[in-house]
């Protein structure tokens, strides 16, 4: 990983760019109360599971991205294994190898507007509570099940 948090509380990362790395831009673990400026990557992990940006291990609340820009990589943003409280302002992401955009075992996890293209699937929650995607002009939440 280009950036990694463990048991972090208060912290300000700003842009991450990284390319060709065989993990994430960004990875923050059981992490809170900080912030991430934009998020570049290109072939992140490509064709495995890692993400561009991704939260997991109870990771949260209180932590906001300003963009993630994510091409060819294995996902997009990943936010899973009970994260909570994240907020993530924009996305551009296409051409993923998977998910462009993937909560899983997820609360309260946001992202506000963007693009994704080209992933398999675009969009997916899965086992989440609070969660809302607004891209594409359409907002996804488990709810409603558009996927």
């Known amino acids: 990983h280009a950036v990694e948090t463990y048991g972090v509380d208060g912290f300000t990362i700003g842009n991450v760019t990284a390319n060709n790395n065989p993990g994430c831009a960004v990875l923050l673990n059981q992490s809170r109360n ?3 400026g934009t998020v570049t990557g290109d072939r992140n992990n490509n064709g495995g599971g890692y993400a561009t940006f991704r939260v997991a291990n109870n990771n949260g609340p209180n932590v906001t991205c300003t963009k993630v820009y994510s091409r060819n990589s294995g996902r997009g943003f990943f936010s899973v294994s009970g994260s909570n409280g994240c907020t993530v302002n924009t996305v551009d992401i ?23 293209s080209g992933c398999n699937p675009n969009i997916q929650h899965v086992r989440t509570s609070g969660c809302r995607t607004a891209v594409n002009g359409q907002v996804y939440t488990a709810a409603n099940g558009r996927w």
């Open 34 to 36: 900080g912030s991430v």
């Open 94 to 116: 296409a051409n993923n190898t998977s998910h462009g955009i993937f909560l899983e075992d997820a609360s309260n996890t946001r992202v506000n507007a963007g693009t994704v």
